[in-house]
């Protein structure tokens, strides 16, 4: 196999490269297992919604920087979210999660940092100040626990209120919508994105003390994980992703796109 030998991103090291994902191999795995063989990929590269079994990878880390973010932070993340998730569909009153928040929330920043390294066209849109990466690396290499100094994070269960019309919830499980900049009305900004079910939030720089009383949001050093719904006709890079995909899959879920064109 061919070597690349380049800058690691994490360690800067001059090393061999490999193949790195930002949102983990696992999520696409369980879902093109689920759907054989596609997974429903919302990415802001050209206005796409498409199924693909492709799942975004470039080489932009060594292999001991990779397997370092995978046993720190990925492998652990991805077992919590599909339990929660199986817990989240099966119940019927809403079910807390039991997580490390200091994890969860290296996680969020990594897939982020990893999605604004990769040349991966899923992940073109997705790019940060050169001083905030160097922050986030810098924190991913020691003990990326200061990531609640810089940013806030929060976690929204993703729900379809239209009844039986709607999506189901494992429906909604295998949607992937790569990182997208949503701008606030009053000038701050955020990162979502979405996969297991969950629409994740970055706020970079963190939030306001007031605001950061929102129970959906991560604390520092806490483990709870206390999602709140979120319909996804109410969330608007989904809806700004659907409709422009729906230009191009006209044979697309039909009572979809009514209630898509519809708002
Ligand atoms: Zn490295």
Same mark, same amino acid.
Request: net charge positive; hydrophobic share 40%.
């Given at each position: ?6 800058? %690691?991103?994490?360690?800067?090291? !001059?090393?061999?490269? &490999?193949?790195?994902? +930002? &949102? ?16 429903? &990929? $919302? ?9 693909? /079994?492709? !799942? ?8 001991? %920087?990779? /397997?370092?973010?995978?046993? +720190?932070?990925?492998?652990?993340? $991805? ?9 989240? #569909? !099966?119940?019927?009153?809403?079910? $807390? /999660?039991?997580?490390? #928040? ?19 066209? =899923?992940? +073109? ?106 319909? &996804? ?5 989904? =809806?700004?992703?659907?409709? +422009? ?6 044979? /697309? ?11």
């Amino acid at each position: 196999m061919k070597k690349t030998i380049s800058i %690691c991103g994490l360690c800067q090291e !001059s090393k061999p490269l &490999i193949q790195s994902h +930002a &949102i983990p191999h696992a999520v696409f795995r369980d879902i093109h297992r689920d759907n054989g063989g596609s997974a429903i &990929i $919302i990415s802001d590269d050209r206005g796409k919604l498409h199924r693909s /079994g492709k !799942s975004g990878q470039d080489r932009i880390l060594c292999s001991e %920087c990779d /397997g370092r973010l995978n046993i +720190a932070f990925d492998a652990p993340t $991805i077992n919590f979210l599909r339990s929660f998730r199986s817990e989240l #569909n !099966s119940a019927r009153s809403k079910a $807390i /999660g039991h997580f490390d #928040n200091n994890v969860l929330a290296a996680f969020l920043m990594s897939v982020i940092w990893r999605a604004a390294l990769s040349s991966d066209p =899923m992940y +073109a849109n997705v790019s940060l100040i050169p001083s905030t990466k160097e922050l986030i690396r810098g924190i991913l290499t020691k003990d990326a626990v200061g990531f609640f100094d810089i940013a806030s994070f929060s976690v929204r269960d993703l729900v379809d209120g239209s009844g039986l019309d709607g999506f189901d919830r494992h429906s909604l499980s295998s949607l992937v919508l790569a990182p997208v900049l949503q701008r606030h009305p009053n000038g701050k900004h955020s990162w979502q994105f979405a996969m297991v079910g969950f629409l994740f939030e970055i706020f970079i720089p963190r939030l306001s003390l007031l605001r950061r009383q929102d129970p959906a949001l991560l604390r520092r050093g806490a483990t709870v994980v206390r999602p709140s719904d979120l319909d &996804i006709f109410d969330n608007q890079a989904l =809806m700004k992703m659907m409709m +422009a995909g729906f230009g191009k899959h006209q044979r /697309g879920h039909s009572i979809l796109r009514d209630r898509v064109l519809k708002k």
